[in-house]
């Protein structure tokens, strides 16, 4: 199984890279599409226009764009992500700062996004065939007519404002100091260090934002999961298992589950990759400080070097969890494993 | 939407988690300790205060570091580590300055004269690493041609030519006195990263784009704030600083929507302040198209109504500007208005062959959400010049598009523009705005060039206070720019919290108070 | 006596067009223990549907209208789920059709076994042990391997032995074994029918069988009930069903079914097919009535009492009819096989061969290929009929594909009237396509359901070198229709509205429409009832005649084949072991595959041993 | 018509999803065509003295703004209503452009497999890599705003989804016997990739269609809600939301109707997309996503 398993990460990690090299490539033509100056933004007043001219030079803007994308990937490979215009700073210090809280919240919304769609697809399949199916059928349909950013404003409204019991303001509360910064993660630092209020002052925190990514997954894995649950129940196996006397609940939960959880796990991997895309939005009404909120102000800014970079790293992102999710789907199906 | 069903469970699930105990009392014991929470808008791009001029973090900056000078609510100078100056030449090309001697960093250590130089003359002209992290005050201070430290507490600059800003400058962006030693000792990273200054407060936790944890600095030269502890959230989205202050999450929400300032002010408990700002919002316009003619741009300026703008946008708070600086501030020329009138506009119009059924056709552009109700006053506008006969077609432009049309020159007709200037300098306001060597202005119009020329390096104060509204009167006469209003600051605040409001729009928490 | 199972007067009911309609009636029948009672019909005679009633898992529509059914002297039809449930698997045992799918592809051997062990009450510690020796039981090779193996690493032989020894792990009073071999290779169903008789032998266990196999339900069966829409129409020892059947459907069903020996006969083919569902209710009488080819009006009309024709032979027809011998259902003698002229072949293939994969990885490393066929050679002269036989995974298939040009061959060459067609160039494609057509195995896959008859049958008028206008694409089909035996109003149904058999037919008619000189088939009639294949057997048979028309004809059936096929080619694994004139190589196989092949289908004769217990 | 397209059709009709769908979808684009005789007010008309009225029925509402008024004073109604033109357009022709993009490409895979699918696949996991929002960022910051330039980036982002789903259907199809059976028939290329394997994943297709629909409406009030949509003179749902929302607590109307706008004409679409999965017994996992 770990020896499967590797070799299906060694040869994610190698498709990896030449889809990395693609899409860094894709997003340097398009992002040089349109004529935008991000230089004179960021000047002072009494900058002359040699001065921006010279710090043109300075990030290499005055090259053609083959050049340019050269020398990005050159340094790229020295681990070097590049210089933000607007902040001065290195841009893998802004990311390695936003990438953590980002992968907490999608942690948190994932997990949160499969317990509800889970525990929604098995009480659908259990009701199959009643008005309470067609009901929660129905509302999933209403649930996915709803974009998240919409959720997060409705959910901010209604449990932040009108009935105040969840923060949505950042990480932590004001009062709440930080953490010593051990992984950078900050659920972990806190168990790490201890940190009980900011434990749970952070997992607080996360409840909404995680939240308006759920309610987007959950209907899917819901509907997902149980229209696979009504095809396995169909299986001859699960017949078979009947007519060996074997009770309902256990042919649910022994037999019909583990195969019905096979399309829902690579739904679960798309969607985790889209879930990335949600947090953009999530994290600019949250105020969270994540690779969202980097990407917007970098958009905002022009920033080209950490729009760069953090598309980028949410491609790397997407394929981590890509791979992850392949893990564990190989983990779940014999069948996979016994064919690599 | 939902069924009853699921919202309840929802419901339920949540108010679970409510009951871990999430905050409601958590926030009360804080406030109690002498907390102070702020929800401000925008965060630093980094610690290094010499690094990036951005104004709308100035107020960030201020509460760590030190200026040589600072203003007073009204925005009038005021002594900071500065307690005197003037030139010792006369030909303004030598400023003494005098130091405080009761200046210590947080690190504790004394600020001297030496760390003036540093900050003004050795860390701007100091070899630029690969990868152009230039500081902003090199290109500032560009004209400061050595530093002489004659005292601890006594420093002589001297310009390469002259610099009457400079004073100005002294309290407006860049400009914070660092320490020499520490950076020099822990590099400039290390510094971004734990930055000191002499500042009120001392920065103890800093999450990126999340929250500043301030905590007061018992040896300050002006006294130890009344707020021992600082927490400034960084909240970019307008609608969740107004739930944050709803909620009662925070004691002041920064520059929330007008009309939501208006609405949290009459809610009990709450008090709001709406008020026009040294910022101002102008038309960026250029002699291109449609504008070529003088008289088109004149009718342009005399068609739109700023007042009822100011009223449908801002509660009326936004002073309607003639000339391109605040009201009240030197650069502004006494008893000047350029009225708002449709008959004008439309006898204008006429001269050159149009009128509201022969309407000429100009491009105008305006960013959409860089500055408040930016989007919205563009489509007023366009509905005003409608009326006279001028048919604008409006597009979004993002800053950075605008910045590269402005430099290469292909900018429309007009573009809707805001520019923060929060040390009311005319300098700033007409300086960059009009003078067409700047890279900021749009109006490269030749005879704006010699009047600005010759004002840069004026010495004579007077003579330059009144040589920009001079100028500033003739640039609204001739059609060179179209003001509108000043930008307005908005500040909601719990009852429980004294606000010192700045007229430049600083948020300064070191002059706030907590009521007993 | 006692009695295992007990039906008395059983009846299931359905909706269908609004009506109540019996898919089952009149079902009387009782077992013993040690028993085995075969169950016998057509496709939708309602055999499955009594296995369903005994687990009480009909489908939701269906429910028991009338009788009884009784287990060990307790109620089937009246029990408590609870007792159902603590029945199923300890008394009562269930062997499924399709052993690949009856086990949960994600749990190993010993977790299926386990569970069901756990459900009888065996401990923990001993289960493994106790697997172990319950797969041995069923000749399994080295169980121990197999615990922690998952189902797909097994062949469905394997499987099936798994599946039949959890049947019998519990001791069951009764099993239940539902087409047990149908989706197995000929070879291993003769194992697993000896290893289900041994194991219901030794523990005296009933035995209900259901199969569509007449001639195997006799070797396999104590007593055989035949079963026609529903209606059991023929019940009695399976000796004297055989040998001295009385209804006419039971005679027409073995006239249908080609001898593996013996004189060759025409096979006598009822017309049409067993009705669906949906027409019973129209039936009230004697559902065989339409089709029965000594009916008289009173059939349809009225049902018939029971008739015992002593011996325990009861058959359920009209009086007059069961006596004698009637001319319709008697077989008529064939002409000799379709003897091979001296032509040149049409078609000549010389070493051809086919291996899949075997490239390299990206890393250079070689992976394993498959063998599909190893380098063969065969020709076919015009009409000429030429049987392929062999099992699963013997490469038959492959060959067809390779013959039409829809794969490439890895090695070899093929040649139509001796022109070069192995590569697929437009030119070869020609010659290729003007002289060969395919009528594929799968009629469901190979109709496209979005297309009606007429426009399946002249489909090749579509192409660019053939395009036709609509009046002659419909006379052409009007006239493909009439050679195929089909009715002319079938021109505008869809492939939804066809059943089975004349789906094969259309399918065969498409094949025509470019008269083809040579006919590759590829299994046409494995997924057909006996009745219906001889209907489509006959059919080429007489196209033969007709058109003069070449055969390669691929099956597993070597009845069939010998029906057919003047000269006969075996394949194993992708090689062919032998080849020859069909009777010389069926009278006297030289291959130990063929002979193993031969032996494994069961004998026309009841009397003869079958299946022979392996050394 | 076969009759199993006559059955999936009358499933279509009797299935309460797809005619609730319908109904909805009907009057949207009735709404739209008609809009000019429909609106009270032009969409544009600014009302400076009536800003932020509440709808008619509530305390100080006026009748001539049926539904309030918003920032600049004008109709809500009117905006609606016009709004539903630009969703419509967007919905349309996004969604198709993304269809047809997407299920050429996959035609083209699962017909000719080989080095043609090898390209095809590796440019969706290409395009996978990218989550759908970061990568309408990246396009509209590289293409700037605008209703084509949304529709553009649509179609560029989301023909993947058509693309991943119709592949793998084509390559199950191609597997069909009758596809063989339309080569022996000398067809060529073309003509089976448009009489058979086309018609094959055509319910799948129409499926997705609508599913997709409801998708570019989201996008396009994602866009909008971050100021890179439609022109500054259009009047578009998204915008709507993005502008009320700075008085969301104000002026609550502002936000409820065009959301509510946005809700209604996605469900259809989802209701459609629903029901026709239903009907046309296409098994296909819907996934969503771009939002």
């Known amino acids: 199984m770990t020896r499967i398993a590797l070799q299906l990460l060694l040869r994610r990690l190698l498709l990896a890279i030449p889809i990395l090299l693609c899409v860094s490539a894709l997003v340097f033509v398009i992002l040089r599409l349109l004529p935008a100056d991000p230089i004179a933004m960021s000047l002072p007043p009494g900058a002359t226009p040699e001065d921006v001219e010279r710090l043109k030079r300075d990030f290499g803007l005055d090259r053609s764009i083959p050049a340019q994308y050269f020398i990005w990937l050159g340094k790229l490979l020295t681990g070097d992500l590049g210089t933000s215009i607007f902040f001065r700073r290195g841009v893998g210090e802004l990311v390695s700062r936003a990438l953590p809280a980002t992968i907490e919240l999608v942690a948190a919304g994932l997990t949160l996004g499969v317990i509800l769609g889970v525990a929604g697809g098995l009480a659908m399949f259990a009701k199959r065939g009643t008005a309470a199916e067609q009901a929660i059928d129905l509302s999933t349909t209403g649930l996915m007519a709803i974009p998240e950013f919409l959720w997060a404003i409705l959910l901010i409204l209604f449990l932040g404002v009108a009935f105040p019991l969840l923060p949505f303001i950042g990480r932590l509360d004001p009062a709440v100091t930080l953490p010593p910064t051990i992984t950078g993660f900050l659920l972990l630092d806190s168990l790490l260090s201890g940190r009980w209020d900011a434990l749970r002052s952070a997992l607080a925190h996360l409840v909404l934002p995680s939240l308006a990514l759920a309610i987007g997954l959950a209907p899917l894995v819901m509907r997902v999961l149980r229209s696979s649950l009504l095809e396995t129940i169909l299986e001859d196996y699960i017949t078979q298992a009947r007519l060996r006397g074997i009770g309902e609940r256990r042919i649910l939960i022994g037999h019909a589950l583990k195969n019905a959880a096979l399309p829902t796990i690579s739904l679960i991997g798309v969607q985790g990759g889209f879930m990335f895309g949600g947090t953009v939005l999530v994290e600019m009404i949250f105020a969270y400080p994540g690779l969202g909120n980097l990407m917007v102000d970098a958009v905002r800014n022009h920033d080209l070097p950490v729009i760069q970079a953090v598309a980028l790293i949410y491609c790397v992102l997407v394929l981590a969890i890509n791979a992850i999710v392949d893990v564990i789907y190989l983990a779940a199906n014999p069948k996979l494993r016994a064919a690599s | ?516 | ?615 | 018509m076969s009759p199993r397209a006559a059955a999936a059709l009358r499933r279509c009709a009797q299935s309460p999803r797809v005619i609730v769908a319908a109904i909805i979808l009907i009057a949207a684009i009735a709404v739209a065509l008609f809009a000019p005789f429909l609106a009270p007010h032009s969409p544009q008309d600014q009302d400076l003295i009536n800003t932020l009225l509440p709808p008619m029925w509530a305390v100080g509402g006026d009748p001539s703004y049926p539904l309030g008024t918003d920032t600049l004073g004008r109709c809500i109604l009117s905006r609606l209503i016009y709004g539903a033109r630009v969703a419509l357009y967007v919905a349309f022709v996004a969604a198709t452009g993304a269809m047809l993009l997407g299920a050429a490409l996959a035609l083209l895979a699962s017909y000719f497999g080989g080095w043609v699918d090898w390209i095809v696949s590796r440019m969706v996991d290409i395009w996978m890599a990218f989550p759908p929002v970061v990568l309408a960022l990246i396009l509209l910051v590289g293409m700037g705003a605008g209703v084509n330039k949304v529709i553009l980036a649509i179609v560029l982002i989301d023909w993947t989804r058509f693309c991943r789903v119709i592949r793998s259907e084509g390559i199950v199809v191609m597997k069909r016997d009758y596809i063989a059976a339309a080569r022996l028939s000398s067809f060529t290329n073309l003509q089976i990739m448009l009489k058979e394997l086309l018609p094959a994943v055509s319910p799948l297709l129409i499926t997705l269609l609508s599913l997709e629909m409801g998708i570019a409406v989201i996008v396009e009030a994602i866009m909008s809600f971050v100021g890179l949509s439609v022109e500054p003179d259009v009047a578009a749902w998204g915008v709507m939301i993005a502008d009320a929302r700075q008085t969301m607590n104000q002026a609550p109307w502002g936000v409820i109707f065009p959301v509510f706008a946005i809700f209604l004409l996605v469900l259809a679409f989802n209701l459609m997309g629903d029901g026709l999965r239903r009907a046309l017994d296409t098994r296909l996992l819907i996934s969503r996503g771009a939002a």
């Open chain 2, 1 to 516: 939407m939902m069924d009853r069903r699921s919202l309840i469970a929802r419901g339920a699930g949540l108010s679970a988690l409510a009951a871990l105990g999430v905050p409601r009392d958590a926030l009360a014991q804080a406030a109690a300790k002498g907390q102070l929470t702020l929800a401000y808008p925008a965060d630093v791009p980094t610690w290094d205060p010499n690094a990036r001029s951005l104004a709308a973090v100035q107020s960030l900056y201020k509460t760590v570091f030190d200026q040589p000078l600072t203003q007073n609510p009204d925005i009038s100078p005021k002594p900071a580590l500065i307690t005197k100056w003037g030139y010792v030449d006369d030909k303004g090309l030598s400023l003494g300055v005098d130091l405080r001697d009761d200046v210590v960093f947080h690190d504790g250590t004394p600020m001297t004269a030496a760390d003036f130089r540093y900050s003004f003359f050795e860390r701007p002209r100091a070899p630029v690493p690969e990868g152009g992290r230039r500081l902003d005050t090199s290109f500032l201070w560009r004209r400061v041609k050595d530093i002489e430290v004659v005292s601890p507490t006594r420093a002589i600059i001297h310009f390469s030519e002259p610099m009457p800003s400079a004073v100005a400058w002294f309290y407006f962006l860049c400009s914070y006195v660092v320490p020499k030693a520490y950076v020099e000792r822990v590099g400039v990273d290390e510094f971004a990263r734990k930055p000191i200054g002499s500042g009120p407060y001392k920065l103890v936790e800093y999450q990126q784009g999340a929250r500043i944890v301030l905590e007061a600095h018992d040896k300050y030269w002006g006294g130890k704030p009344a707020i021992p502890r600082v927490t400034i959230e960084l909240v970019r989205d307008p609608t969740a600083r107004v739930a944050a202050i709803e909620s009662r999450r925070v004691d002041v929400s920064i520059d929330v929507p007008i009309r939501e300032a208006q609405r949290l002010g009459a809610i009990s408990g709450l008090t709001s302040s709406i008020d026009a700002i040294t910022d101002i919002t102008l038309l960026q316009i250029t002699k291109n198209g449609g504008f070529a003619d003088d008289r088109v741009r004149l009718a342009a300026h005399h068609a739109i109504n700023k007042e009822a703008i100011s009223k449908a946008f801002f509660a009326g708070a936004a002073t309607p500007i003639a000339v391109p600086a605040a009201k009240g501030t030197p650069g502004y020329p006494l008893n000047f208005d350029f009225p708002f009138s449709e008959e004008k506009a439309i006898a204008l119009l006429k001269e050159v062959g149009h009128g509201p059924q022969n309407p000429i056709n100009i491009k105008f552009s305006s960013t959409n959400g860089a500055f408040p109700s930016d989007f919205e006053v563009a489509r007023a506008i366009v509905a005003m010049w409608k009326k006279v006969g001028i048919n604008a077609e409006l597009e979004t432009v993002e800053p950075s598009t605008y910045q590269e049309r402005l430099r290469a020159k292909t900018l429309p007709e007009a573009t809707v523009f805001s520019w923060g200037n929060t040390s009311a300098d005319p300098e700033m306001y007409g300086g960059y705005l009009l003078d067409p060597k700047s890279i900021f202005s749009a109006m490269k119009s030749d005879d704006l060039g010699p009047i600005f020329a010759a004002l840069l390096v004026e010495t004579n104060e007077e003579k330059r206070i009144a040589g920009y509204r001079a100028a500033h009167q003739f640039a609204a006469e001739k059609g060179y720019t179209i003001p509108l209003y000043q930008t307005v600051k908005t500040i909601v605040s719990q009852n429980g919290v004294n606000i010192v409001k700045y007229a430049n729009g600083w948020t300064l928490p070191q002059t706030y108070s907590q009521k007993s």
């Open chain 3, 1 to 615: 006596m006692t009695v295992v199972l007990e039906a008395k007067g059983l009846a299931v009911s359905t909706t269908a067009g609004g009506r109540t309609v019996d898919v089952l009636r009149n079902i009387d029948l009782s077992l013993a223990p040690g028993r085995v009672l075969g169950l016998v019909g057509e496709s939708g005679a309602g055999k499955s549907m009594i296995g369903r009633v005994i687990a009480r898992n009909l489908p939701g529509a269906f429910s028991v209208s009338r009788g009884a059914l009784h287990f060990d002297g307790r109620d089937l039809l009246t029990i408590s789920d609870r007792d159902r449930l603590a029945l199923l698997g300890r008394d009562i045992a269930f062997i499924p059709q399709e052993p690949l799918t009856a086990l949960n592809p994600t749990l190993t051997i010993a977790q299926q076994f386990g569970e069901h062990l756990e459900r009888l009450g065996v401990p923990r510690g001993e289960r493994r042990a106790r697997i172990v020796s319950a797969l041995a039981e069923v000749r399994l090779r080295d169980p121990q391997t197999l615990l922690d193996r998952y189902p797909f690493q097994l062949s469905g032989g394997m499987c099936q032995r798994v599946l039949i020894a959890m049947a019998f792990a519990g001791r069951p009073k009764l099993i239940v074994a539902d087409e047990p071999t149908t989706a197995l290779d000929v070879s291993t169903q003769a194992h697993i029918v000896q290893i289900i008789r041994r194991m219901q032998r030794d523990t005296g266990t009933a035995l209900l069988f259901i199969t569509h196999d007449l001639r195997l339900a006799a070797h396999v069966c104590d007593e055989i009930m035949v079963l026609y829409a529903g209606d059991m129409i023929e019940r009695g020892p399976a000796r004297s069903i055989i040998n001295n059947p009385r209804h006419p459907y039971t005679r027409a069903l073995l006239a249908a079914n080609p001898a593996l020996s013996g004189p060759r006969l025409r096979l006598a083919s009822l017309p049409d097919q067993m009705p669906a569902i949906s027409a019973f209710a129209d039936l009230p009488g004697c559902r065989f009535a339409p089709r029965c080819p000594v009916r008289d009006p009173a059939c349809a009309a009225g049902g018939f009492e029971p008739l015992s024709l002593g011996d325990g032979h009861i058959a359920r027809c009209a009086p007059g009819c069961l006596s004698g011998e009637t001319q319709a259902i008697a077989p008529t003698a064939l002409a000799p096989w379709p003897v091979a002229r001296s032509d040149a072949p049409v078609l000549q293939v010389d070493n051809l061969s086919k291996r899949y994969g075997g490239g390299r990885t990206l890393f250079g490393a070689e992976t394993p290929g498959v063998n599909a066929v190893l380098p063969m050679s065969l020709s076919v002269r015009p009409g000429e009929f030429v049987g392929v036989v062999g099992e699963s995974g013997s490469g038959k298939s492959t060959l067809a594909r390779l013959v039409m040009g829809l794969e490439p061959p890895t090695s070899g060459a093929i040649r139509i009237d001796g022109k070069d067609v192995t590569k697929d160039a437009p030119q070869a494609r020609v010659i290729r396509l003007d002289a060969l057509q395919m009528v594929f195995q799968d009629p469901q896959s190979a109709l496209n359901p979005r297309r009606p008859v007429q426009s399946l049958v002249t489909q090749a008028m579509e192409s660019p070198r053939r395009r036709a206008d609509a009046v002659t694409r419909l006379s052409r089909a009007k006239a493909l229709l009439t050679e195929t035996g089909l009715a002319p109003e079938m021109l505008d149904r869809y492939p939804a509205q066809l059943s089975g058999g004349q789906k094969q037919r259309v399918n065969i008619a498409r094949a025509l429409c470019v008269t083809p000189r040579l006919l590759v088939a590829d299994e046409i009639v494995s997924g057909l009832d006996v009745s219906v294949q001889a209907q489509i057997l006959n059919l080429l048979l007489d196209l033969r005649e007709a058109r003069d028309i070449g055969l390669l004809f691929i099956s597993h059936d070597l009845a069939v084949v010998r029906y057919l096929c003047a000269r006969v080619i075996v394949m194993q694994n992708g090689a062919v072991v032998e080849e020859g004139v069909t009777e010389e190589v069926f009278a006297a196989p030289q291959h130990p595959y063929t002979r193993a092949l031969l032996a494994a289908v069961p004998p026309d004769d009841v009397d003869q041993p079958w299946p022979v217990e392996a050394a």
